[in-house]
């Protein structure tokens, strides 16, 4: 039994460094190199950040104030536990520090530092997709699909850029989404989806 699952983790690691390679070495174009590293840097969206406050706040007044805390609450908590449950756990070295994988990484960044696993950048931004969708999929109906689509491209970007194996961003994505939902589980009850309808806000 041990050697049957030593066996499947080994063959994990495998299939995720061999997409990790197709992704940094093989599916790649001069488009995506000079576009990647701007998409995954949270500073680069905080333009986008600014216009949802205050889109929320002179819509939803209080309670979109409320969102507005939950929503970074939601962040907070995707950050911390991503950082001190994980990283400083499990210690993973990054791709473009593996001594055994390095030579074969294009990095394209100037620094490679901090430990791989799980994707802080893929945690957080799922648990905003996560939030944003079950606390406005009732108002935004068809668009609502686009944080996801948003979230996606920017957690395959830190494979791209070299920074993380997939299994790093999916395993951040699936943190993200739990508590994304749990703290839009949490909004929902307390405020009600209708305060994005008809209800007067307070």
Not at 11 to 19: A, M
Not at 58 to 74: A, D, E, H, R
Not at 132 to 153: D, G
Not at 172 to 180: D, H, P, V, Y
Request: net charge positive.
């Amino acid at each position: 039994m041990i050697f049957l699952a030593e066996t499947f983790w080994q063959k994990l690691e495998e299939w995720d460094k061999w997409l990790f390679l197709q992704i940094n070495n093989h599916w790649i174009n001069p488009f995506f190199d000079a576009v990647m590293p701007f998409i995954r840097n949270p500073l680069s969206w905080g333009p986008l950040y600014l216009f949802i406050f205050l889109f929320v706040w002179l819509n939803f007044k209080t309670k979109g104030i409320w969102w507005m805390v939950i929503f970074l609450s939601t962040i907070a908590l995707t950050d911390i536990t991503g950082t001190y449950l994980f990283k400083h756990t499990i210690q993973r070295l990054r791709p473009c520090a593996d001594p055994d994988l390095a030579f074969q990484v294009r990095l394209l960044l100037n620094h490679c530092a901090g430990s791989s696993f799980i994707s802080n950048h893929a945690a957080n931004h799922f648990g905003m997709a996560t939030f944003f969708f079950f606390t406005f999929r009732h108002t935004l109906k068809n668009w609502i699909w686009i944080p996801y689509i948003w979230a996606t491209i920017i957690v395959y970007s830190q494979v791209y850029v070299g920074m993380h194996y997939p299994s790093d961003v999916i395993c951040g994505a699936l943190l993200g989404f739990i508590f994304g939902f749990a703290s839009a589980a949490f909004f929902n009850k307390r405020f009600g989806i209708a305060i994005f309808d008809n209800q007067p806000t307070a």
